[in-house]
């Protein structure tokens, strides 16, 4: 099983378990990994790019995201997916879906074995998240799965539209975790979310797929 972390001197156990709040663990990076794949039925992420968008999405997981052209990017996942398949544990291919080849991440047999001792894990866990938020596992999951479900096999041109929307609401929030290096640029990015996200709603309102 991928390691997952237990601190047992650390002071939010204490609390935790005056609380009887336990067992209590702390997941790495790997974890969150197998889990995205194991949920919804292991179906396998179509594109990786939506995988870091989701990981992103999720403030729960503490990544270090920088832009791409595009869309997010974490170093620290794709470095997480090489670990995982130097374990063989994740496989990688091609699909053709919706008139495009996509790249294809999935668990492996073995790594099927070992996602679901992680899901178990969680499902009877408290999980102390980004080192001082404690949620119930089940939570956890429940909202990796929403959304696994609600992003996984969307096209390029769907989750851009997915971080306009994202930039334009939430502005210098998503901005200072993207690492933009100066309050200038930060600017000028938002008034560029703003634009795309309406003219993009636009574009797919009169294009539907």
């Not at 997480?80 to 668990?107: P, T, W």
């Not at 998240?129 to 390029?156: D, H, I, M, Q």
């Not at 539209?161 to 200038?184: C, H, P, Q």
Request: net charge negative; with cysteine; hydrophobic share 45%.
């Amino acid at each position: 099983m991928v390691v997952m972390t237990l601190l047992t001197l650390d002071w939010h156990f204490e609390i935790a378990e005056k609380l009887e709040l336990a067992p209590i663990y702390e997941p790495v990076l790997d974890d969150f990994l197998l889990l995205f794949l194991y949920l919804d039925g292991r179906t396998p992420f179509y594109g990786e790019e939506t995988l870091h968008l989701c990981f992103f999405l999720y403030p729960y997981v503490s990544v270090k995201a920088s832009p791409s052209v595009f869309l997010p990017f974490s170093q620290e996942i794709e470095d997480a997916i090489l670990r995982l398949r130097a374990k063989d544990l994740v496989e990688e291919g091609k699909d053709f879906r919706g008139g495009r080849y996509v790249s294809m991440l999935k668990l492996s047999d073995i790594g099927v074995s070992e996602a679901r001792k992680v899901f178990s894990t969680f499902a009877n866990s408290w999980i102390l998240l980004n080192g001082f938020v404690l949620r119930r596992g089940s939570e956890v999951l429940s909202e990796l799965e929403a959304l696994k479900k609600t992003y996984n096999g969307k096209s390029p041109l769907e989750l851009l539209r997915v971080m306009a929307l994202k930039i334009d609401s939430e502005g210098e929030v998503i901005i200072k975790r993207l690492g933009f290096s100066s309050e200038r640029q930060g600017k000028m990015i938002i008034d560029m979310a703003k634009q795309l996200a309406r003219e993009l709603k636009i574009l797919m309102r009169e294009n539907p797929y």
